[in-house]
């Protein structure tokens, strides 16, 4: 329990965090990663490098400043990162060494202003804070581990296929090496895989959702090559031109929130961006394998044909219900023939016509991709709790 006035001096200097925050943690990172160099083996280079992954540490640590006295308020900000963090194996004897670093950095950035009085009082919350974590995860390991076929940490997989699902998606199916039954998951949910690449220092850790309903012996996860720009696409480039049937994967056990609710019985629409679509196929084969009564609507956009994954079967599967729909968006044809809806992006004229007010969403794509489609969807009045979304990469500024 704080004192009055450590939580006073916590409060008082969160103005003061808002304005050097970023410069804070991300000179927090860099002495950490000097002190403890074993750490890149957690977390995500090209994160580090386009400074994602400082602002969102940034962001968590004002939140938690303005609200130490009453924590349980970012409890389920918290539970979202702990997810991450229990799918990364990020454990209790970790937090010691971002406090000392973070508390080392504020030091730095701030010079004389940083008081002993001031670092004693977030040396106090740091700990409060971690202690909240670590409890959380704590509760996600136990449960992990207490699964039928669960595990902590990470497991070795072998890869019994390899599917190329478009030009620009292939699938990967994957069985424990050990030849155990896998536990269940909810429908929306990740791995993360931790690779080693030849040559490269250290290993890299990705998310990769599971895009087949639970209820089969294996995992499969669907993986877009990236071209686009370096260095993106190091893991999923490497998995698309090293990884082949018999090799093995590290990965954690499934986690994430982002998942159906399957009480619910409200009209259900689907809207995926390119290879965001892997979270809500698994979504909606769990919708199909229950033989779901809700109306569906599944919108698949992508760029063109070429790079569409899973759109044939995404129509076999609509078939097998009394209520689903299926709608194409291309952002171009390629050939004149294509099966398609709408062409172009999606917009407020084509979502009106396919989605009702009552209807829940489960949104995944491109971050353009999503915002344009919340920007619609709540210009159409959707109730918020209505729309519900993955972003890739770090959640940046959705602690306010
Ligand atoms: C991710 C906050 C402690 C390692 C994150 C994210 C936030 C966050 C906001 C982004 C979540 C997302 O991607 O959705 C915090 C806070 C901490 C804490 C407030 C302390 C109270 C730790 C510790 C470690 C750690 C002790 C391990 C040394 C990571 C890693 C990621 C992550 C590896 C994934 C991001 C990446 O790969 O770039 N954390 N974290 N965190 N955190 Fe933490």
Redesign the pocket.
Known sequence: MLSEKTVKIVKSTVPVLEEYGTTITSTFYKR?FQNHPE?LN???HV??RRG??PT??A???IA?GKHIDELEIILP?VK??AH??RA?S?RPE??P???ENLLAAIKEVLGEAATDEILQAWAEA?EE??NV?IQVEGEMYREASLQKGGWTDLKAFTVIDKIKESEAITSFYLKPTDGASIPTYLPGQYITVRLSIPDEKFKH?RHYSLSCAPGNDYFRISVKRENECEPLGVVSNYLHDHVHVGDQLDISAPAGDFVLNTEETEPVAFISGGVGITPLLSMFETLVKDNSEREITFIQAAKNENVQAFGDYVKELAKKLNKAKVYTVLEQKNLEETDCDHIGYIDLSFLQKVVSKNTICYLCGPVPFMKAVVQILNQMGLPEHHIRYEFF???VDF?Q
């Open positions: 950490m750490l957690y977390f995500n994160n580090q994602t992954q969102a540490l962001n968590t640590v938690a900000a979202q990162i991450k963090h990364l990020i970790h937090y060494i971002v406090g740091y804070i971690a974590f850790n990469g770090p959640k602690i």
